[in-house]
């Protein structure tokens, strides 16, 4: 398995701009999660989905982001519209039933809005 | 909302000896598990250890667990220069939703 992919790897967009962010979990992995991470907060979660479901999205900043899930092989995250304080590398990470190989994360996408 | 904290911040050593990184947390756990992130790379899952258990080992990586004192550590060692990155511990209630740390970085001198 390629591990979970993300795209773009890297992103500039100007603010005001919509973004999309996309995730390719692991084959079989049913539980997917979106996080944020920053030198000034860490890691963040955003959303948990589980087969396919959001399951807690308490921790969207607020309306402007957005995400799904349509199927169990893709999900999109999208900042609407974008601003300067959403620079961050968002990461998608997916889990399986054994918890024993924790969550595998995806190599991250690096967003800068200028 | 991070419940680990790790301790140190950062950690300095040479080549060839043992690291020690430490990580409390707050609230009862279903296990706890370690990752390490390379710059500018995603997180990677080095071992889970499960409330009943009190130690854990993977190669040079030794992982501890204190319920009663509500903290773990993880010790790598003989380090090598790849071993230089960041640690993250994150705590598990059982519900799949990991609560993390802020990280120790650990950078090995040659």
């Known amino acids: 398995d390629a591990g979970v992919i993300q795209s773009p790897r890297h992103e500039v967009t100007e603010m005001g701009q919509e973004v999309t962010l996309r995730c390719k979990p692991i084959?079989?992995?049913?539980?997917l999660f979106w996080y944020r991470q920053t030198m000034m907060r860490g890691l963040e979660l955003l959303i948990y989905f589980n087969n396919n479901v959001p399951i807690d999205d308490s921790g969207m900043p607020e309306d402007r982001f957005s995400a799904k899930m349509p199927n169990a092989s893709f999900s999109t995250l999208k900042i609407q519209p974008s601003e300067p304080r959403d620079s961050a590398v968002y990461f998608c990470?997916?889990?399986?039933?054994?918890?024993?190989?924790?969550?595998?994360f995806g190599s991250g996408t690096r967003l800068t809005v200028v | 909302s991070q419940q680990g904290e790790e301790d140190p911040q950062a950690l300095s050593i040479q080549e060839g000896e043992n690291a020690t990184m430490n990580c409390s947390y707050k609230?009862?756990?279903?296990?706890l598990q370690w990752y390490r992130q390379n710059s500018g790379r995603g997180l990677v899952h080095l071992i889970l250890i499960r409330s009943n258990e009190r130690e854990k080992h993977s190669g040079r990586l030794r992982v501890t667990l204190d319920t009663s004192k509500k903290s773990s550590s993880l010790l790598i060692t003989a380090s090598r220069a790849a071993d230089t990155a960041s640690y993250f511990c994150?705590?598990?209630?059982?519900?799949?939703?990991?609560?993390w740390g802020a990280g120790t970085k650990l950078i090995i001198k040659p």
């Open positions: 990470a997916s889990s399986g039933d054994d918890i024993n190989y924790g969550y595998t």
């Open positions: 994150a705590t598990d209630k059982g519900n799949y939703q990991l609560i």
């Open positions: 609230t009862s756990i279903n296990n």
């Open positions: 084959s079989g992995h049913n539980s």
